[in-house]
């Protein structure tokens, strides 16, 4: 019993002299001392500081050594180092695109403050990082959560349904661009507050109105918030007196009975000009077939030419001719008589000449 006390004692002696050593400012060793939430929620483009401010032990005499790296989400892999400081000097481990945006935010990190800046954030610069300061003996470490998500964009209200008073009205609110997750919250800018009978979807952005009255006329709010940002739209909800159904219903049947009436005379006028084309076909081959063939002979036809060339070159000689034989009837006789005596055979006198040639188009010659 003696010996249970006396080993109770001797710890709550260690116990005192450890608070009394720590109280009187005095680090046994490496301690990171700065404060925060674990994790950092930013909206892409902008800045955040990462602190890591340390103090080293009194025993802690080696050379100082700060390392920050990303910590890999797959406890198989190694952490990715980005930036250190070691014996006075810094050295970049990181991209050359990501290391022109993070750096130590003091110029002499060796003086407590190891802490990191971070420009124009991306998303890609979503990551555990991680501080470690090191100055044998002592160590000690940090990890901090940074999320870098993106605003939601401005959104677009618009509304689904004609508006009409007793119909069923929905109000539609969305944002293209912003990271998850978004909620989307309708409000009514005047008019008092948005009736209970109307159903909101704070994950679609949809307020729906079932019998849509006067009394839900006015200005509505949408607005889209996520961790980092908020962006709203504005739409005046109208209520529209129903239109004639039975009227429009009229209406469209006597449009559609028009239109069929014009296709059906279309439909005829094409049939009638096709059945007359063919008539008119049907008669010109009919022609063609009822038409002599015209003769071919040549010689005829030369004789012919010669006949009236010589008919039109002495009029005179060719009538004389014929009144001659008309008018002295034994002349004829003894021309007759001579031409026989000399072997030539003349027609006889009664004969009279070849009446006058006419032109035939059909034959293309004098006829």
């Not at 010996?3 to 490496?30: D, F, P, R």
């Not at 008073?165 to 909620?183: D, E």
């Amino acid at each position: 019993m003696k010996k249970h006390n006396t080993q109770s004692m001797i710890l709550w002696i260690v116990v005192c002299a450890t608070t009394v050593y720590l109280e009187s400012g005095v680090t046994v060793a490496m301690q990171v001392t700065s404060t925060g939430p674990q994790t950092i929620q930013k909206a892409q483009g902008e800045k955040v500081t990462i602190g890591c401010t340390y103090t080293p032990g009194s025993s802690d005499t080696g050379e100082l050594d700060i390392e920050w790296s990303n910590v890999s989400p797959d406890m198989t892999q190694k952490d990715q180092l980005i930036l250190s400081f070691s014996g006075g000097t810094k050295y970049a481990y990181g991209s050359p695109e990501q290391m022109k945006r993070l750096d130590f935010i003091m110029s002499d990190p060796s003086q407590g403050d190891a802490s990191i800046g971070i420009t124009d954030l991306q998303v890609s610069d979503t990551a555990t990082y991680q501080c470690k300061v090191k100055k044998a003996p002592g160590v000690d470490m940090r990890k901090v959560t940074l999320v870098v998500m993106v605003r939601p964009s401005v959104p677009k209200c618009w509304v689904e349904g004609s508006e009409e008073i007793g119909g069923t009205v929905s109000l539609r609110c969305k944002s293209s661009h912003g990271s998850t997750p978004m909620n989307y919250v309708w409000k009514r800018e005047s008019g008092g507050a948005i009736p209970a009978t109307a159903i909101q979807n704070s994950q679609t952005g949809e307020l729906l109105i079932r019998n849509h009255s006067a009394s839900f006329m006015g200005n509505y709010v949408c607005e889209v918030n996520n961790a980092v940002g908020s962006e709203m739209c504005k739409y005046t909800l109208r209520a529209v007196k129903p239109t004639n159904k039975v009227g429009v219903i009229v209406g469209a049947v006597i449009g559609a009975l028009l239109l069929l009436l014009l296709l059906l005379l279309l439909i005829w006028l094409l049939v009638c000009l096709c059945h007359k084309r063919r008539y008119e076909k049907e008669v010109a081959n009919e022609i063609r077939e009822d038409a002599p063939a015209p003769e071919s002979r040549p010689t005829s036809r030369n004789s012919s030419f010669r006949s009236v060339l010589g008919y039109r070159s002495h009029p005179g000689v060719a009538y004389s001719s014929v009144m001659n034989s008309r008018a002295w009837p034994g002349s004829a006789r003894s021309s007759t008589n001579t031409d026989r005596s000399k072997g030539t055979q003349k027609p006889p006198a009664s004969v009279q000449g070849p009446p006058p040639l006419k032109y035939d188009h059909r034959y293309g010659y004098p006829v």
